[in-house]
């Protein structure tokens, strides 16, 4: 069924060059490396219909002519059409998508994974480690040694959380089942209540129960909505010098899951209660290490010191705290690349794209704003919104979504 279509003219090497500089992970190549990509490329056509061969797992592989249909494992079933923003990107293959269709007879370019991609992509932003003391320095090998301790504590989600999490998980318990678990709490029960009947959630019909909440989103939404309404509580600190830096990062992350969810309701593919909770998790390794921080004092005495443990560390010890809540699968290219700002990823919206557009808003008119590329040049920009943002649109959405922002943020802070 597939086969490459060797021996191009020089007219072809031409449009080969061409298209691959307009490509989002090659758009910044030299002439010397974009020609020396370019004789790497192979191209396979396809007619319309179910893509039953498999694509090459080495290359990466865009859609170049034609329209292809992707199946989700969130049941949503997105078209790429060559020549848009998001085919500026590679086609997730199985089993990242359930299933392809070339809706008419498609091309798609492939290019060795080997072959560099431009060298800001993919790069987060380098850290500048300050001058430390050696008192400093000593404590932040012991912080780090022990967040590398398999008994290390780490923050934990409230056992309510835990429970409903685990019978959610099981296939055997009933949707009133889990509705009577949440009932056990009754402001966790009123909270979920008032998210689903919001104005920014969007019920047509307001309910009264849990037992209609779960009917109405299903339960993995319902978990989405109950761990979002229960993670403020381990934003939490005793020490006076460290409570203004964890209250700051719970402002921060409740805004940027607030964003979250208004971007992912307009976003065909992102489950909207999902990404507000990857919004909240999104830094969730500096709420453990601030808690760290605070057995290892003489790193909070300099902001700047404090500043790089943190911004060291937040990854590392992020992956560590969803592994502890078996949430690792679901959110660690979340916590992973919240601030890759040229995270490549793939043509379809992922809930880390969702995270970088919502981190760029937030952070606008903020003293690192400088630093921050534009928010219409990063990758995630071109997959949002049905791959249809335009300079202003973005911006659009949630100026006029700001009420919407504001009643979500007071409703999962509890106010």
């Not at 850290?127 to 780090?144: F, G, I, K």
């Not at 940027?256 to 998790?281: F, K, M, N, S």
């Amino acid at each position: 069924m597939f086969g490459k279509l060797l021996g191009r003219s020089a007219k072809e090497d031409e449009t080969t060059l061409a298209t691959l500089s307009a490509l989002g992970p090659y758009a910044e190549l030299g002439p010397a490396e974009l020609e020396m990509a370019a004789n790497l490329v192979d191209r396979i056509p396809v007619k319309a219909g179910l893509l039953t061969s498999q694509l090459p797992k080495d290359r990466r592989v865009f859609l170049e002519r034609g329209s292809l249909q992707l199946q989700t494992h969130t049941d949503y079933v997105l078209l790429i059409k060559a020549g848009t923003a998001q085919a500026r990107y590679p086609i997730p293959l199985k089993p990242d998508v359930v299933s392809l269709y070339a809706a008419e007879p498609c091309v798609f370019l492939t290019v060795p994974l080997s072959v560099e991609t431009g060298s800001t992509i993919g790069n987060h932003a380098p850290l500048v480690r300050p001058d430390l003391t050696a008192e400093e320095a000593e404590a932040l090998e012991a912080l780090r040694a022990y967040f590398r301790k398999q008994q290390c504590e780490l923050p934990s989600l409230p056992d309510l959380a835990m429970k409903i999490g685990k019978a959610i998980d099981d296939a055997d318990n009933a949707n009133d089942d889990i509705a009577r678990l949440i009932q056990l709490d009754p402001a966790l029960t009123a909270r979920v209540i008032s998210v689903v009947n919001s104005a920014a959630f969007g019920g047509l019909s307001k309910i009264s129960s849990i037992q209609q909440a779960t009917a109405r989103l299903g339960r993995n939404k319902v978990r989405s909505l109950v761990y979002s309404c229960l993670l403020k509580s381990i934003f939490k600190i005793s020490s006076s010098v460290l409570k203004r830096h964890m209250e700051a990062l719970w402002q921060h992350s409740a805004h940027v899951a607030a964003l979250c969810y208004v971007l992912g309701r307009e976003t065909p593919g992102i489950d909207p209660e999902q990404a507000l909770l990857a919004g909240l998790v999104h830094d969730i390794g500096a709420v453990a290490i601030i808690g760290g921080v605070n057995q290892f004092s003489v790193l909070a005495k300099r902001e700047e010191v404090l500043n790089y443990t943190i911004d060291s560390l937040r990854i590392e010890v992020g992956v560590l705290t969803l592994d502890q809540w078996r949430l690792q699968d679901e959110f660690e290219d979340v916590v992973k690349n919240a601030e890759n700002w040229f995270r490549i990823g793939s043509a379809i919206p992922e809930n880390p794209d969702v995270v970088v557009l919502a981190q760029l808003h937030a952070l606008i008119g903020s003293p690192q704003q400088p630093e921050l590329p534009h928010i219409d040049s990063v990758p995630a920009y071109a997959k949002l919104a049905n791959g249809e943002l335009s300079p202003h649109q973005s911006l659009s959405i949630l100026e006029e979504a700001e009420a919407d922002v504001r009643e979500i943020r007071g409703l999962i802070s509890g106010g």
